[in-house]
């Protein structure tokens, strides 16, 4: 059974870092690509970062360029997103995916597995 968990969502304030972890299981990770995702309340789920099998391309949303970085540690089953610098219009939930195509992928239509989401809330 192919499992996506997601932790280290959380409340902080304006200009805050969260660090988001997305630990798999049942999948060959190095297999598959990883990508985040987000959905405010309201609002579409929108492309977040994407990182290929092996990190050595990652890709990001224009908002996002500069502030998050998104990482993989193919030993350990496990994708990160590192996020700086948050801002109230980061507030949203997390959501990790997975998808077979082995390069970066930004369409949400395009991702296999799909974890449960964490909450991040930002202040101001």
């Known amino acids: 059974q192919v499992q996506l968990v997601e932790s280290g969502g959380g409340l902080v304030q304006t200009g805050g870092s969260l660090r988001l972890s997305c630990a798999t299981s049942?999948?060959?990770?190095?297999?598959?690509?990883m990508g985040w995702f987000r959905q405010a309340p309201g609002k579409e789920r929108e492309f977040v970062a994407t990182?290929?099998?092996?990190?050595?391309?990652?890709y990001y949303a224009d908002s996002v360029k500069g502030r998050f970085t998104i990482s993989r540690d193919n030993a350990k089953n496990t994708a990160y997103l590192q996020m700086n610098s948050l801002k109230p219009e980061d507030t949203a939930v997390y959501y990790c995916?997975?998808?077979?195509?082995?390069?970066?992928?930004?369409?949400?239509?395009?991702?296999?597995?799909w974890g449960q989401g964490t909450q991040v809330t930002v202040s101001s």
């Open positions: 049942g999948l060959t990770f190095r297999d598959y690509s």
């Open positions: 995916a997975a998808s077979r195509l082995l390069v970066i992928v930004v369409a949400a239509s395009l991702y296999d597995e």
């Open positions: 990182i290929s099998w092996n990190g050595g391309t990652t």
